[in-house]
């Protein structure tokens, strides 16, 4: 007969006659699958922590952004965010869905074209491009999005050499309503910088005007944000069709587009307040189309959403290592899942759950990771069950940016498993080992004995 684990009493208030914040029930739900795939069996299999992306999310997400957008516009085109989530084989889940390309870097440009994107499919962003990434996208015929004057001027002087016109579109920033303002990237809208790198652009007639690029932030609530910024880029694209009798190809809203995470200090779950992809498309379809823009000459709508498209998708399974009792009383759990491993633990209130059936006496616990470092805290708060040593965590919503941000800092990094759409589990990942980082490293001979 199993013997009960202990568990220390602990005094709730009951909010009698009125709901608590969230509601009565305090149990958690538990999450002992994923897409039918045991969190137990997988984490004896291939280690603990360990990340799972779930392909049937991702392409069932995909399809649904997808139609918000192809619903009310007659021409979009979505393009992956490599920064987003650059592995491999869930860029190639995107483009297989039809997806190109939209990077920030030489290093994801080159990625992209690894991946079997056509240069003619690249989106290619960022104030960092280097004279040679700037020839290689002219020669591929990539789509460059100009981010200040100084790369105008450089690919003007790539121009005079190259034999092909290059392709370009400006990045633009802009007042939305929506606080920070991104004013760092891309020429401004309102103080006239916008329309001037443009008209540099037409006079020199050494580039290919082909679009116009606006990404006004990150993790926007506010779906009409999108259409003030559509409504202001429309505006540009009619001056330049009627001072010049040019037609400009597309206008890319960028990304920025919620997820159902819930961001820290935000008083109702991010799954209520998140706008949905019908939300985002009803804002920006009715900007264009209610704009001056000539209806025969609409631009295609390019999108490059990212987190809302993957962060469901993605999961972080770990282990329980400790529980402690901090000088206050409060409970605190340890787990081996640290924030070098969950960077937007920082940002989010992550949902964390049990994998394993509990009880249902919860008491409010802290979250830590297994850094030695005070900052390792994964959820300040929550009304947690207690586990023991051994017993199994699932982290979800985790798809967008940590697989990118992570960092190597006392541990070494996990496995990343993809669960395909028949319930098959594929290592697209390998963790690391300490040769992993010892290979790098170089002795000077003095030190060597």
């Not at 516009?73 to 393009?79: D, E, L, R």
């Not at 690919?155 to 092909?164: F, G, P, Y």
């Not at 109702?268 to 209610?290: M, V």
């Amino acid at each position: 007969m199993r013997k009960l684990k202990y568990e220390r009493p602990v005094i709730n208030k009951i909010q009698v006659g009125t709901s608590g914040k969230f509601g009565m029930q305090s149990r958690l739900q538990t999450i002992d699958n994923i897409d039918g795939v045991p969190v137990k069996e997988t984490i004896e299999k291939y280690g603990s922590p360990v990340y799972v992306i779930s392909e049937k999310t991702i392409r069932k997400t995909y399809k649904q952004a997808k139609r918000a957008f192809t619903t009310r516009y007659p021409k979009v085109q979505f393009a992956w965010s490599y920064k987003t989530n650059y592995l491999n084989a869930v860029c190639r889940i995107y483009h297989s869905e039809g997806s190109w390309a939209e990077v920030v870097s030489g290093f994801e440009y080159d990625k992209a074209i690894s991946n079997g994107v056509s240069g003619k499919n690249i989106l290619f962003n960022g104030p960092d491009k280097s004279r040679k990434d700037l020839e290689k996208a002219v020669e591929n015929e990539s789509y460059i999005h100009i981010d200040h004057f100084d790369e105008l001027y450089l690919l003007l002087e790539i121009a005079e050499t190259s034999r092909k016109k290059p392709k370009v579109a400006i990045r633009v920033n802009m007042d939305t309503g929506i606080h920070p303002r991104w004013d760092r990237f891309g020429f401004n809208y309102e103080n006239g910088e916008a329309w001037n790198a443009l008209n540099r652009i037409m006079i020199s007639k050494k580039l290919d005007l082909v679009g116009i690029h606006s990404h006004i932030g990150t993790y926007i609530m506010v779906a009409g944000a999108y259409g003030v910024a559509a409504s202001k880029l429309a505006d540009l694209i009619v001056n330049i069709d009627k001072k010049y009798g040019h037609k400009i190809e597309y206008i890319d809203l960028g990304g920025g587009f919620a997820s159902k995470n819930t961001l820290k200090g935000a008083y109702l779950p991010g799954s209520d307040t998140c706008p949905s992809f019908n939300d985002y498309a009803e804002a920006i379809s009715n900007a264009l189309i209610n704009s001056k823009i000539d209806h025969d000459n609409l631009p295609t709508l390019f999108l490059e959403t990212g987190r809302a498209l993957i962060d469901d998708a993605g999961y972080i399974l770990g282990t329980v290592i400790a529980n402690k009792r901090l000088a206050n009383g409060k409970r605190s759990t340890i787990i081996d899942i640290g924030v070098n491993m969950l960077f937007t633990s920082f940002w989010y209130e992550h949902n964390i759950a049990p994998a394993q059936l509990t009880s249902f006496q919860t008491e409010d616990t802290i979250i830590y990771g297994p850094l030695c470092m005070n900052i390792d805290i994964i959820r300040e708060n929550i009304k947690f069950p207690l586990l023991s040593k051994g017993d199994h965590v699932v982290i979800s919503r985790i798809g967008a940016y940590n697989m990118t941000q992570w960092m190597q800092f006392i541990t070494l990094r996990p496995k990343i498993l993809l669960v395909d759409t028949e319930g098959k589990t594929h290592i697209i990942r390998e963790n690391e080992t300490t040769s992993t980082i010892t290979d790098l490293e170089r002795m000077p001979q003095h030190l060597k004995n």
